[in-house]
């Protein structure tokens, strides 16, 4: 039998059925969530109902999300959730053009909100006396600002920021165009029909942050 040669490590295994499967599994828990956090409310829910539901251990959740906080969390990211806009993140990080990659942006803000509106209303309404939410609300955003700083750093790397913006200000302008309060006062308090909201969306993020 050969020896292996000395000094080389185990190379990781990667296993397309087993990523398949890891995926399925994950997608399973967010859903058994999804429908337990509406029927019983996120403090009438306990992990192990979520696996049981699920078809898992309590341990799988655990290593998939951390916590219960941690599955809220990914409830409302297209990146986590693997949902219905996840097709809409692979078209942005394609899009060469940064008109084409706001405007997919603005239709990805949409179909998220539209898919958890239930998961934001909690998050925004018991933030304030929930500091389990809080924390949920608080990963939520972090990880929606990083998103939009990579974002803007095509955009400088492409040469089509506005001058008068730095990276920060412009971060925080999609961050803030792109937020759940400003949909939910467009669309749930005023009204907006959807397809008006996500063009008035990309024309804004276009007008805000590129080079006429």
């Avoid at 979520?50 to 959740?61: D, E, H, M, N």
């Amino acid at each position: 039998m050969s020896e292996q040669r000395k000094g080389s490590g185990a190379r990781p295994y990667h296993s397309p059925a087993r990523q398949h499967q890891a995926e399925q599994t994950r997608a399973r828990i967010l859903a058994a969530a999804r429908d337990l956090f509406r029927s019983g409310g996120y403090a009438g829910t306990k992990m192990e109902a979520i696996a049981s539901s699920a078809g898992v251990s309590a341990k799988t959740v655990a290593a998939a999300f951390g916590s219960k906080r941690g599955v809220l969390a990914a409830l409302v990211d297209p990146l986590a959730s693997g949902g219905p806009p996840r097709h809409l993140v692979d078209q942005i990080r394609a899009a060469t053009d940064p008109r084409d990659r706001l405007r997919l942006v603005a239709e990805l803000t949409l179909s998220a909100y539209q898919a958890s509106v239930p998961e934001f209303e909690l998050m925004r309404s018991a933030a304030a006396i929930a500091p389990e939410i809080a924390a949920a609300a608080r990963q939520v955003e972090s990880r929606r600002r990083a998103n939009q700083a990579r974002l803007v750093a095509f955009f400088r790397e492409k040469g089509v920021l506005r001058e008068d913006l730095d990276a920060d200000q412009a971060t925080d302008i999609i961050w803030a165009l792109t937020s759940y309060d400003l949909y939910r006062a467009l669309v749930n308090e005023q009204h907006w029909p959807a397809d008006r909201y996500q063009d008035w969306l990309a024309a804004t993020l276009v007008e805000s942050v590129l080079n006429r």
